[in-house]
């Protein structure tokens, strides 16, 4: 699920591909452009995948960045620029990229048996799962040694925990969990939130902590500010804490009504480098590229076979691990397909205030 500046990198591959025939190219891709959204999941990234990748096959890897702003993707593939062969989405936005024709149809043939990947991998028609990810409750523990927070009803608690929260600026993940410290139960928030007044609700929650919230927009932000003690709690991605936590900062997460999903890779419409980029999909989403990948940053793998793999000191560490999933809600992708927008200007405008 997350940090950063956009690169737009223009490829200089040679590539010939006649796709009104339906013909394949004859010349193969010398480099590809690969946009994530930075921080650890890129550094992960680049040493399971882009590595091992450019050695094995001599292709040239460019690791870009940028902040999950759909408007970039339409803007290359309305003007028949695409300079990106694959980039990360977060499922909402990759089911209406795939409904607004932002990306490429995924020929699972040259990816891999379906059977070996967890279902919501292999459910969308333009994206492979590439892991899941947790937006979760994060606290640093050696500040709150013998008081730690356990719930977001805590996250809410200025009286017994004083100090700024830090919380994303954002309304997808933030409204669910003002929800949820409003005393509503994971299983019951998209029921709530899918009424003007669980709307009014979650809006009228977050007013009550509002001047207590310093705003994280990329994923490295939470980590830092709890380092720093900007803040005393903070919602944040799990990777991006139980990295941290394993380079020696002494970072908590609460798994208890934390919030999941998976990301994607995606090809945007209109790439030149089709076939190569699918070849690297196939690539990244083996067994043993996962393994490493999980390795070095705490995000669950999609495929199951990568999971016997795993070092067992790293399996705890995931949104995956059944004591994890255990209170924990799976965001309701349809739900922000349907109300996203709308939510997030809202959101935007609350901020603004």
Same mark, same amino acid.
């Given at each position: 699920?997350?940090?950063?500046?956009?690169?737009?990198?223009? #490829?200089?591959?040679?590539?010939?591909?006649?796709?009104?025939?339906?013909?394949? !190219? $004859?010349?193969?891709?010398?480099?590809?452009?690969?946009?994530?959204?930075?921080?650890?999941?890129?550094?992960?990234?680049?040493?399971?995948?882009? !590595?091992?990748?450019?050695?094995?096959?001599?292709?040239?890897?460019?690791? $870009?960045?940028?902040?999950?702003?759909?408007?970039?993707?339409?803007?290359?593939?309305?003007?028949?620029?695409?300079?990106?062969?694959?980039?990360?989405?977060?499922?909402?936005?990759?089911?209406?990229?795939?409904?607004?024709?932002?990306?490429?149809?995924?020929?699972?043939?040259?990816?891999?048996?379906? %059977?070996?990947?967890?279902?919501?991998?292999?459910?969308?028609?333009?994206?492979?799962?590439?892991?899941?990810?947790?937006?979760? #409750?994060?606290?640093?523990?050696?500040?709150?040694? *013998?008081?730690?927070?356990?719930?977001?009803? *805590?996250?809410?608690?200025?009286?017994?925990?004083?100090?700024?929260?830090?919380?994303?600026?954002?309304?997808?993940?933030?409204?669910?969990?003002?929800?949820?410290?409003?005393?509503?139960?994971?299983?019951?928030?998209?029921?709530?939130?899918?009424?003007?007044?669980?709307?009014?609700?979650?809006? %009228?929650?977050? *007013?009550?902590?509002?001047?207590?919230?310093?705003?994280?927009?990329?994923?490295?932000?939470?980590?830092?500010?709890?380092?720093?003690?900007?803040?005393?709690?903070?919602?944040?991605?799990?990777?991006?804490?139980?990295?941290?936590?394993?380079?020696?900062?002494?970072?908590?997460?609460?798994?208890?009504?934390?919030?999941?999903?998976?990301?994607?890779?995606?090809?945007?419409?209109?790439? &030149?480098?089709?076939?190569?980029?699918?070849?690297?999909?196939?690539?990244?989403?083996?067994?043993?590229?996962?393994?490493?990948?999980?390795?070095?940053?705490?995000?669950?793998?999609?495929?199951?076979? $990568?999971?016997?793999?795993?070092?067992? &000191?790293? #399996?705890? *560490?995931?949104?995956?691990?059944?004591?994890?999933?255990?209170?924990?809600?799976?965001?309701?992708?349809?739900?922000?397909?349907?109300?996203?927008?709308?939510?997030?200007?809202?959101?935007?405008?609350?901020?603004?205030?």
């Amino acid at each position: 699920m997350k940090s950063t500046t956009i690169k737009g990198v223009v #490829l200089r591959a040679a590539v010939a591909t006649c796709l009104g025939l339906g013909a394949a !190219g $004859a010349h193969a891709a010398d480099s590809l452009t690969l946009v994530s959204f930075g921080g650890d999941n890129k550094t992960a990234q680049e040493k399971a995948y882009y !590595g091992p990748y450019e050695k094995e096959t001599g292709i040239k890897i460019t690791a $870009a960045e940028y902040n999950g702003e759909q408007a970039k993707i339409k803007a290359m593939v309305d003007t028949s620029s695409v300079s990106w062969d694959a980039v990360e989405v977060e499922s909402p936005e990759l089911v209406r990229g795939c409904e607004e024709g932002l990306f490429e149809p995924i020929d699972w043939g040259g990816i891999g048996d379906k %059977a070996d990947f967890i279902e919501a991998a292999t459910d969308k028609d333009c994206g492979v799962g590439m892991f899941v990810w947790s937006v979760a #409750l994060a606290y640093h523990g050696d500040k709150l040694k *013998d008081n730690a927070p356990t719930s977001w009803a *805590d996250f809410w608690d200025v009286k017994k925990y004083p100090g700024k929260r830090g919380l994303r600026k954002g309304a997808k993940y933030t409204l669910e969990i003002a929800l949820m410290a409003d005393g509503v139960s994971p299983k019951d928030v998209y029921n709530v939130l899918a009424t003007p007044e669980g709307v009014d609700r979650a809006f %009228a929650k977050l *007013d009550e902590l509002k001047p207590h919230i310093q705003w994280w927009e990329s994923g490295a932000q939470p980590a830092q500010y709890l380092v720093s003690g900007d803040v005393v709690m903070t919602s944040a991605y799990n990777g991006r804490i139980s990295q941290a936590a394993r380079e020696g900062t002494n970072l908590k997460v609460v798994w208890d009504q934390s919030v999941y999903d998976l990301d994607y890779w995606a090809i945007p419409k209109g790439s &030149k480098n089709i076939a190569e980029t699918m070849k690297f999909i196939a690539f990244a989403s083996k067994p043993e590229t996962q393994k490493v990948y999980a390795e070095n940053i705490a995000y669950g793998v999609v495929n199951k076979k $990568a999971i016997p793999l795993i070092d067992k &000191k790293y #399996l705890a *560490d995931m949104p995956t691990a059944p004591e994890n999933e255990k209170n924990a809600i799976a965001l309701d992708v349809d739900f922000w397909i349907d109300n996203g927008v709308s939510l997030e200007q809202r959101y935007n405008a609350w901020v603004a205030k």
